[in-house]
Structures are given as C-alpha cells and as structure tokens.
C-alpha cells in the first residue's frame, strides 16, 4: 500500500497548490537560464552567419561589437592581396534608432560586403537575398515588417526583400542586412536642417577669407542642395571580413597581424568579444539569480516538507508504534517530496511551453536546460526533505499511546 | 496455557534527584494467552508506564520481559528487533486517536497485515471489519467514525496479524458506558477466540466481570492480584 499517495489523497488541492507555487518559482529559474542562452545565441548570429575566418579590426579595440571600430576601406584591397586569402569583403556595424508609424524602432544595421556577400549565409525564414546594391534589405521578423514593405532611411525607400528569425544584439535589437554602400548612406544621412546650418557655416567661414572675397560665385556654389563637398576619403568601415584557404589561415593571420593598423580576430575570437564584452555581465547577473532562486525555492520546499511532517507526527508514531519498518515511514516522506518536485517541474514545463513564446526577449530552452531542470528539481527536493527526514526519526512512537 | 509475556523485576524512575519517580517498582506478571486482564489503578500508578515496557515501547531501566518464552529485553537493553516483534506479534488499542487519519477503516487493517507479511491484507482486513461488526464501514475515514466504530476499527487493526498480545491503554475512556462494555467483550471474545493474551487498562468498574484476572496498580507496584475466575480452556 503506498502511505504517500494515500495521504496526499486526503489534502490534494492543497498538495497540488503547493506544487503549482513551486512550478512558478521553478519556471522563472528556467526562464532565466533560457532568456541567457537565448541572448547568446541570438547575439552570436551576427558573427556566426557572416562566414568569415578572420575579423579585421581597427588597431586595438575589441570592435565592432563590443566598441567602435573604424577601419580605413583600403585595408580591404590590401587584405584581398595577401597570398591565401580568398576574398575580402567590407563590414560595417552600427545602431540606429528611428520612429516609424509613431514607435520607436531600435534597428542594429549590418553592412554587408557587396557583391560578396548578398547575406548568403543568412538563415532565411522567408523572402531572399539581396538581388542589388542598393534599396534592398533583409531585416529581422521582430522587427514587425513584412515582405514587400518599405523601410524610409535617411531619405530613401528601402524594401524587405528577407526576413531572419532571432538575430537581435545581445541588447534585444533587432538586426537589418543592407549593401556596405546603403549602410554608409544611412549612416552618413543627415537631417535637411543639419545640412542648411552646415551650409550656413561653410558660407559664413568663406566669407571670413580672402578667396570668398575675391571669388563670391562660390558662395553659389556652397549654397546648392545638389552640392557635396568631394570626400577626403571614402568613409570608414567598421571591419573587413577576411576569407581564406583552410590549410593557410594561420599563415594569412601572421601576415595581416603585422600590419600596423588592424587587430585580426578569428571566428571564435570575435564571438567571445561579443559575448565578452556584452553579455558578460548578464550571464553573471542571471547566474546569481538562478542561485537566490534556487535556494529560495529549496528553503521553501524545505519548510513545506517539514510541516507537511510535522502535521503528519501522531499518525507517523501509530504506524511506528505498529512497527512500521522505518524504511516505509522515510518512503512516505521522500515520495511526497518527489511528486512534489515532478509536479512542480511539470507546471514549470507547462508555463514554459505557454508563456516563454510570450517574452519580449527569446528563451532558448536548450538540450542542457531540459536536461539539468529535472535533475535538479528532483535533487533539491530530496535534500529539502531532510528536515522531515530527521523528524521521521525522531518522533517517539509513545507519542501515539498519549492519544 | 503458554505465556505471551512476562515481566521480572521490572523498574522504572521517571527524572532524578528530589523530583524523581518512581513508575514501575519492581513489577513482576505474567499474562497467559487466552486470557483477558485488566490493569486498574489510580492516575499516576504506572499503568501506562507498564504497558509501553510491556510493548517494547519505553524499555524499564531494569528488569527482564520475556516474549514467547524468549528474553527480548534486558535491563532496558533489546535483545531482538522490537519494532519487528511489534509489527509481527503485538497489538494495541489505545483511548482515541488510534487509527492512522489519512488511511480508511479498511486501510488501517490492511497496513497493519502488510507490515506483519501477511500477504492477503486487503481480505483479511474485510474479514476482520466484518467480525468486529463494521464491515459497512469500511470506506471511512476515522474522523467519519462514531468513537465505538473507531474502537472497533483498532482492534480489528490490533488483530491483524493474529497477535499473541494485545496491549490496551483505556481503550473505552471516550466510549458511554453500554459501548465501553461491548469493547471490553470483544477484548474477552478475541482472547477466547483467538487465544491471545489481552492486557487492558481501566478505570470502568462496572465491566471487570468481563475480565480473567485482575491486576491493580498503585505506586507503581502491583498490590493486588485477582484471578477472577479459573482462566478457560484453550481455545485452540
Ligand atoms: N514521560 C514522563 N516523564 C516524567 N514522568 C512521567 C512520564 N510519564 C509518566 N510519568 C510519571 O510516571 C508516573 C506514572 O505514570 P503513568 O502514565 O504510567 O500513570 P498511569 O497509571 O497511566 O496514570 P493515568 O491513569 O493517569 O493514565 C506518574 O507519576 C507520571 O507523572
Ligand atoms: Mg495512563
């Protein structure tokens, strides 16, 4: 006869009520460790689906995720010269934020090398790749745009062609693939009255000198909308990524690390930068939670043992008064306090499967989350029951005879 | 008639120093099977102190309780598994709050044969409820019990695995006066039937002719000794 079933019969609305609070308990613990792998993995698509064997880098800095990084566009024709490389395409990495129908659109813009890299390793939920240089974009679903719509960038009109699912930067920004060229026009974009006061102060410091005097035509010419000053150089890029022939990677490395200008990261490198960097911080802030949690949830089911034992004390001394064998009295106990657990990991798992697609953020529940969950469900609640354990043993069976 | 037990010597103070007491003082019986006898005795005689060393409850500090013919507990020392001996061998009914709540009538019976090895618990149980007249309530919880159901309910729990002592501690303390009796002819039924030895404490005057002997108790020494009437002969 099992005495722990038959005893949770008496009070199962309240034994499941317990286990209900547990779940909900144990469901944030879960939800914490998947919101952290979720953000890993959300935020090592932006490395890991660029392909690329070798990050240039401005000297020195841990870009261009982790910090700026702003690298002249020559090293990319100087990269693609070393002996081994295959190709060398630009990069560029910046975060804007936009309104768009009266929200606020927080946007990650990826510069893709163009014609190299169309987004050929993007993975793809719909739509295709890039097909020009220019107009184009492949933006992430959460951003809420479909196929077809139109994005307005700094002036242009910029159609989703492609949608990903769940790249987004370890701050939960949603990423967008441009052209290197388009990413730079964005970038490079500015306000109409931006461009009026720059025009202003170009006319105003011409006049200070003795060529405006001389010359007023050009005053005409400064003042004309359809006028650029001609570029000093090409604007920066933020990176270039460098691929090469397997065997000689290493050999590619050693060349480009003496130049003077550039850090050269490999793959894994620059995904712990980014993770470094970034999400550090996090997986520590989340792992001191998951710890409080846990204890917690092990002082409460420690608590709910013991006086789910205690209550239990003179109907736990008749049956030892009987000479229940001890093994059957500290069976009851521990049984209770393991469908406790696999009641609790079942609600956990019930509010997982239905509330986590819900989060702002992405919960990844991986296979070591699935797998370490249960196991440490059950694991703390056979320590908690230590307290009733002992009380089991304790409890003196004349206890009964006192009525 | 073969003994169930017996008590030599047996000797028990309760603290130390001026505030000690002195429970059990040298006691010294013998219960044969087929007998029903019953402890009497002002309040704080040792009555209950005796039947806990009698049922390996609380040992005596000194003295010797034989079971079966065989020494199991020496000068507060157990010679053999108590809780097994309890389990195969010992019955007991007490005042109230005897049965386990979370189990049914049935259950508390069924456990009781499952803990002594017995195999057929569920029918046995049945045949016991049956015999002891509340069969038909054998779904209950204990709390849906009358006291006297209760009652009947421990007893047939204490008869589980045919024990060759039953231990009984007021047993009819929350029963009137005409279901009190009943439980004590029970008691004498079962020990008859059944040829266990039966050893319940009372403080119910009006049903002793129920009993065999009588053993009263008073500072925790045995000052009387009644054999009421020549013990029956064996019932098997
Ligand atoms: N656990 C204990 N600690 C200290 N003293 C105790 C303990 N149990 C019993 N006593 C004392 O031992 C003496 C005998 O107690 P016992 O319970 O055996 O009496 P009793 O005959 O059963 O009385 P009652 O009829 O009231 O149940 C009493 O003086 C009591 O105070
Ligand atoms: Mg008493």
Redesign the pocket.
């Known amino acids: 006869m099992n005495l722990a079933l038959r005893d949770v019969r008496r009070h199962v609305a309240r034994f499941v009520g317990t286990a209900a609070g547990l779940g909900l308990l144990l469901s944030v613990v879960v939800a914490m460790q998947g919101i952290y792998a979720g953000m890993v993995d959300d935020a090592t698509i932006l490395t890991r689906a660029m392909r690329a064997d070798l990050w240039l880098v401005q000297r020195d800095t841990r870009g261009p995720f982790a910090e700026g990084s702003r690298l002249d566009p020559s090293v990319e024709a100087r990269a693609s010269a070393v002996p081994g490389v295959r190709t060398a395409r630009p990069y560029t990495y910046q975060l804007i934020q936009r309104e768009q129908r009266g929200a606020v659109m927080r946007i990650a813009l990826v510069g893709l090398g163009w014609p190299d890299d169309p987004g050929r390793s993007l993975p793809l939920v719909r739509g295709r790749r890039l097909q020009q240089p220019h107009g184009e974009m492949i933006v992430d679903a959460s951003l809420g745009l479909g196929i077809g719509e139109s994005l307005a960038l700094g002036g242009e009109q910029y159609r989703v062609v492609g949608l990903t699912k769940n790249a987004l930067t370890s701050g939960g920004d949603s990423v967008a693939f441009v052209s290197v060229a388009d990413a730079e026009l964005i970038a490079f974009d500015q306000p109409a009255e931006a461009a009026v006061l720059e025009r202003q102060r170009v006319v105003a410091r011409l006049r200070g000198t003795d060529l405006g005097r001389g010359q007023p035509t050009l005053e005409d010419l400064v003042t004309d909308a359809r006028w650029r000053a001609p570029a000093l150089a090409s604007p920066p890029v933020a990176a270039v990524l460098v691929e090469a022939d397997p065997h000689r990677i290493a050999e590619v490395r050693e060349v480009m690390r003496s130049w003077g200008d550039v850090s050269v990261y490999s793959q894994d490198e620059e995904e712990a930068l980014l993770l470094g960097g970034v999400v550090q911080r996090a997986r520590m802030q989340i792992g001191l939670f998951t710890v409080i949690l846990t204890l917690t949830a092990a002082v409460i089911i420690m608590m709910v043992m013991y006086n789910l034992t205690l209550e239990k004390t003179h109907d736990l001394a008749v049956l030892k008064l009987m000479g229940a064998p001890r093994t059957r009295l500290l069976g009851l106990i521990l049984q209770q306090a393991w469908l406790l657990g696999a009641l609790a990991y079942a609600v956990a798992f019930a509010m997982g499967e239905l509330a986590f697609p819900m989060f702002p953020r992405r919960v990844l529940i991986t296979e070591t989350i699935s797998l370490v969950a249960p196991v440490a469900t059950m694991g703390i609640v056979t320590l908690a029951s230590i307290l009733g354990l002992t009380h089991v043993m304790r409890i003196d069976p004349s206890v009964a005879l006192e009525g | 008639m073969e003994d169930a037990v017996r008590a030599l010597d047996l000797t028990k103070t309760?603290?130390t120093g001026p505030s000690a007491?002195k429970?059990l003082d040298h006691v010294t019986l013998t219960i044969a099977r087929g007998t029903v006898a019953a402890l009497l005795?002002?309040?704080?005689?040792?009555?209950?102190?005796?039947i806990k060393a009698l049922g390996f409850v609380s040992p005596a500090d000194t003295g010797e309780v034989f079971f079966g013919g065989r020494l199991v507990v020496k000068d507060g020392v157990p010679l053999a598994d108590l809780a097994a001996l309890r389990r195969r061998h010992l019955g007991f009914v007490f005042q109230k709050a005897n049965l386990t709540s979370f189990l049914t009538a049935r259950e508390n019976v069924e456990i009781a044969c499952e803990f002594g090895g017995k195999s057929d618990g569920r029918k046995r149980a049945r045949e016991l409820l049956e015999y002891l007249d509340v069969a038909g309530r054998e779904r209950s919880y204990p709390e849906m019990l009358s006291g006297g159901e209760q009652q009947r309910v421990a007893i047939a729990r204490a008869l589980a695995n045919e024990p060759s002592l039953i231990l009984a501690d007021?047993p009819t303390a929350a029963l009137d006066s005409v279901r009190s009796r009943s439980v004590m002819e029970l008691f004498r039924k079962v020990a008859h039937d059944r040829g266990a030895a039966v050893l319940v404490?009372t403080?119910d005057h009006r049903a002793l002719d129920v009993f065999d002997v009588l053993y009263e108790?008073e500072d925790g020494q045995i000052r009387a000794h009644q054999q009421e009437r020549p013990a029956p002969p064996a019932a098997r």
């Open positions: 309760y603290g007491v429970a005795g002002p309040s704080g005689s040792g009555k209950s102190t005796l007021e404490v403080h108790m």
